[in-house]
């Protein structure tokens, strides 16, 4: 019924706009009667985008699974479900987007759906970095990073009328996130030493004072010689290795140090 009522709303709004079509046509359209359209959309709006209530539900859910270890390859593996959605029916999606283009009540609607999505994603990353440092600016730059590189190829696909590739293209954008905030894949660790990961360009190693292991690490890392930067050693505490690129800001790279140590790092 649902599906029935929203096949019968956009089929009026293309036929005579959305704002000469009333609900009494939509449900004359359908065969039920007004009742039967308000249990299942609040507005016309909503007759609009039936679609995004499930697809909320199912990214929420994805999320809440938790299968994915890096927080940020799980949001953007949230956005896709999106992607799919839309590529899933080319031809009523590039519809719907010309018709929100001339709505300005439907261009709103649709910004208050996209939001959705993306205090979804927030959410979901305050929790996993709530022990970190400025966790929760993280979550909200991340979150906002995913629905903009998505919603840029995503429209740019709607704009030239669903041709080409959607997922392949939002799969291009998502990258551009993924390059700066997703964790890289570790190197291989020596015996004894502790691999950790951070944002694109760092990784390093961690173990205790004189286990060799992270020492060892350092050596293979640098390339063993004495111009290839040894980490410090202390006889009481840890040995850290970090690499990083040369650009690296120092906040991310003490950041991630601090990250490892459980502790604050004496900042320089």
Wanted: with cysteine; proline share 6%; glycine share 12%.
């Amino acid at each position: 019924m649902r599906e029935t009522l929203a096949e019968a709303a956009f089929q009026l709004f293309l036929e005579r706009g959305f704002e000469r079509t009333t609900v009494d046509e939509i449900v004359a359209r359908a065969g039920v009667g007004r009742r039967s359209f308000f249990r299942y959309f609040p507005s016309k709006e909503d007759a609009v985008f039936p679609d995004h209530e499930r697809c909320l539900a199912d990214m929420t859910a994805l999320l809440a699974r938790g299968t994915e270890p890096d927080p940020v390859r799980a949001v953007c593996d949230a956005a896709r479900l999106v992607t799919r959605m839309y590529a899933a029916k080319p031809e009523f999606s590039v519809q719907r987007y010309r018709l929100t283009q001339e709505v300005p009540g439907l261009r709103t609607y649709e910004l208050s759906v996209v939001r959705r999505y993306e205090r979804t994603m927030a959410g979901f990353l305050r929790e996993c970095w709530s022990g970190g440092p400025d966790g929760a600016l993280r979550a909200e730059v991340v979150a906002a990073a995913v629905v903009a590189a998505h919603n840029n190829a995503l429209r740019a696909w709607l704009r030239s009328g669903g041709s080409g590739d959607a997922e392949a293209a939002v799969e291009h954008a998502l990258g551009t996130v993924l390059d700066v905030w997703a964790r890289p894949a570790a190197p291989a660790a020596a015996p004894g030493a502790e691999a950790f990961a951070g944002p694109a360009g760092f990784a390093g190693f961690a173990g205790p004072a004189g286990s060799g292991g992270a020492a060892g690490a350092n050596a293979a890392l640098s390339g063993g010689g004495p111009g290839g930067g040894p980490a410090e050693v202390s006889a009481d505490g840890d040995v850290v290795v970090m690499v990083a690129r040369r650009d690296a800001p120092l906040w991310r790279v003490v950041q991630q140090v601090e990250a490892v140590l459980g502790t604050p790092a004496r900042h320089c």
